[in-house]
């Protein structure tokens, strides 16, 4: 059985199982049987041959940071974000300029480094979250990961670990992204709390986290729908909007109805949707931890099997396919294991065997897809 009709057949368990009553608490592990990617467009002779350049030159890096304090050999980790489609995303990014892409890829593997992206972990960054102020839930109707923003729930006054915060919330996203997909979808909700009247991000951090996303995620956003604008974001975003690529801002959307986009079924009721979703940070954080955590040590474990190729496949990497860019041996137990460790997670003592989610899908109310 195929990758893709093994989460087709968890997804339909899960949309029957979320029928039962109680409120869900967990993160869903699937995209519904409907939630298909859209197909990757065939390259062209010259963009095969941009292409062909680019990875030949990552192949030969051997320094991931241009800091001396920093610097030292390309880890497996460097290489392992090194996939074929990450190229391809620079390289749309920069219109197909080869030499341009590859500046961007070195700069963002100096940041990664110079950031600390890998060694962001639950722990450091589990108080930003208690009260559930981003949280991943579901999927949209082309399988992106729904990334939701809830301002109005801010819990923590501003620091570099608020905008770590976002980047570590990306960083999981893509753990936990279905095969064919590469891009996320992130839903805003600009509603105030008893808490929080006030639910703009402050210009600075906007600033920051729009130079982060833009420079080292790019090609990243799908799509975002935002609701509940007040005058004082729409303030925000006329300030920030010279900062925002034009392609970006095509992709948002604005106080339209997410059920669109998104199946209704997973989508959050605090966003008009049908999924009756409770966020406890004691059960949904180590849930998702764990989720991310399988899915990138079993990744990583391919990887390896693969030959720790610099321009691998996503797909080969995701279990969309079988064969990788190079002839691969299956990935064992113990190198799936080695990879969860290697992945960095914080997670003391964690086991790839106490890693698995289960078949048994969380409680909560839904209409089944």
């Known amino acids: 059985m ?34 298909v990617p ?23 890096w051997t320094v991931a940071s241009k800091n001396a304090a920093l610097a030292g050999p390309l880890t497996d ?32 593997l100096t940041w990664r480094r110079e950031y600390g992206v890998n ?4 722990e450091h960054i589990s108080p930003e979250n208690e009260t559930g102020k981003q949280v991943l839930l579901g999927f949209d109707k082309q399988g992106r990961v729904c990334h939701y923003l809830n301002p109005g729930r801010q819990n923590t006054d501003p620091s570099p670990r608020q905008v770590q915060h976002l980047v570590y919330m990306v960083e999981r996203v893509i753990d936990i992204m279905p095969a064919g997909q590469e891009t996320l979808a992130l839903l805003i909700n600009f509603k105030t709390s008893k808490s929080r009247t006030n639910t703009a991000p402050g210009i600075s951090t906007g600033r920051e986290v729009l130079n982060i996303l833009q420079t080292h995620y790019p090609e990243r956003l799908g799509r975002a729908l935002i609701i509940n604008v007040p005058w004082v974001v729409w303030g925000f975003f006329k300030l920030i909007t010279p900062f925002i690529d034009p392609l970006t801002r095509e992709k948002l959307k604005f106080n339209e109805d997410m059920n669109q986009y998104v199946p209704s079924e997973q989508l959050w009721t605090e966003f008009l949707g049908k999924l ?20 990138r040590a079993e990744r990583m474990a391919r990887w390896e099997a693969g030959g720790k ?7 080969y990497l995701f279990g969309r396919l079988q064969q990788g860019v190079a ?31 289960s078949d048994e899908a969380p409680t909560g109310k839904a209409t089944a897809a």
């Open 2 to 35: 195929s990758a893709d009709t093994q989460n087709a057949t968890v997804a339909a368990a899960t949309a029957e199982k979320l029928t039962t009553s109680g409120p869900l608490k967990l993160p869903i592990p699937f995209p519904t049987a409907n939630s």
């Open 38 to 60: 859209a197909e990757r467009p065939q390259l062209t002779e010259e963009q095969t041959k941009k292409y062909e350049w680019l990875v030949e030159q990552a192949r030969g």
């Open 77 to 108: 980790e460097d290489r392992f974000w090194l996939t074929r489609e990450c190229l391809l995303r620079y390289l749309r990014a920069t219109k197909w300029n080869e030499k341009e892409a590859a500046k961007r890829l070195q700069d963002t």
């Open 119 to 122: 060694g962001l972990t639950a």
């Open 276 to 295: 009756d979703f409770e966020y406890d940070h004691e059960v949904y954080w180590p849930a998702l931890t764990k989720m991310a955590a399988e899915r």
């Open 309 to 315: 190729q610099v321009g691998e496949l996503e797909d």
């Open 327 to 357: 002839p691969a041996a299956a990935p064992t137990a113990e190198s799936a294991e080695t990879s969860l460790k290697a992945a960095g997670t914080l997670v003391e003592d964690l086991k790839v065997a106490d890693l698995k989610v």
